[in-house]
């Protein structure tokens, strides 16, 4: 099983900050890499694909990077509506999911 | 973007199984994948299984091997999740989530509001 390792656990930044995510696999993905979005009591919501294909409806202030182990998600200058959870998961085996970082309003 | 609408909460009691439905607004010819994550009160996703419906294809996670059963009833639209012996630890909210591709090629995903399943005795 490939296991997904995010940082930081917690990411406490300010609105208009810029902020960046980090996901690193066990093993190489290539970029079979996706990023997600969730906020308490909804589901989550697909922001990357393909570790750098932003997906329908989702902001350009959302961008992924990375390929093979290491990959991250940024988001340029946060809005109020991006403090949530994210994950990535990796599709390259049988998917996994990382374990998640909180971002918070500092 | 195809919208998913699941079955409602369920209370089981140790032991016994629980099938979950995920119904799709519309059929989709460019339907990739129905996945199934579940989400554990307080904690992070948990990915269970895919069902391929081009080849009825099943893949599940090594954890829920010889218990869980994922199928697709495609004259209804609905994708289903059936998982036996449940045990406490399996309380946990259930999402469906499926692949698609839109009119413009482009790769979109659609999941279901999430099924709260309860297993206490």
């Known amino acids: 099983e490939i296991v997904l390792t995010q940082s930081p656990a917690t990411l406490s930044l300010s609105p208009g900050e810029r902020a960046t995510l980090s996901c690193r696999a066990s093993e190489s993905v290539s970029s079979h890499l996706q990023w997600y979005q969730q906020k308490p009591g909804q589901a989550p919501r697909l922001l990357i694909y393909?570790?750098?294909k932003r997906a329908t409806g989702i902001p350009a202030r959302f961008s992924g990077s990375g390929s093979g182990t290491d990959f991250t998600l940024t988001i340029s200058s946060l809005e109020p509506e991006d403090f949530a959870v994210y994950y990535c998961?990796?599709?390259?085996?049988?998917?996994?999911f990382g374990q998640g970082t909180k971002l918070e309003i500092k | 973007q195809v919208h998913l609408v699941q079955s409602g909460a369920e209370v089981k009691k140790p032991g016994a199984s629980v099938k979950v439905s995920c119904k799709a607004s519309e059929y989709s010819r460019t339907e990739l994948s129905v996945h199934w994550v579940r989400q554990a009160p307080g904690k992070g996703l948990e990915w269970m299984g895919l069902?391929?419906?081009?080849?009825?294809?099943?893949i599940y996670a090594q954890k829920f091997q010889g218990r869980v059963t994922m199928t697709e009833d495609t004259s209804t639209n609905t994708a289903y999740m059936e998982l036996s012996s449940l045990r406490s630890e399996d309380t946990a909210v259930y999402y469906c989530s499926k692949d698609g591709v839109d009119s413009g090629g482009y790769f979109v995903q659609s999941w279901g509001q999430g099924t709260l399943v309860t297993v206490s005795s």
């Open positions: 069902f391929d419906p081009e080849d009825g294809e099943t």
């Open positions: 393909d570790a750098s």
């Open positions: 998961q990796q599709r390259s085996n049988w998917p996994t």
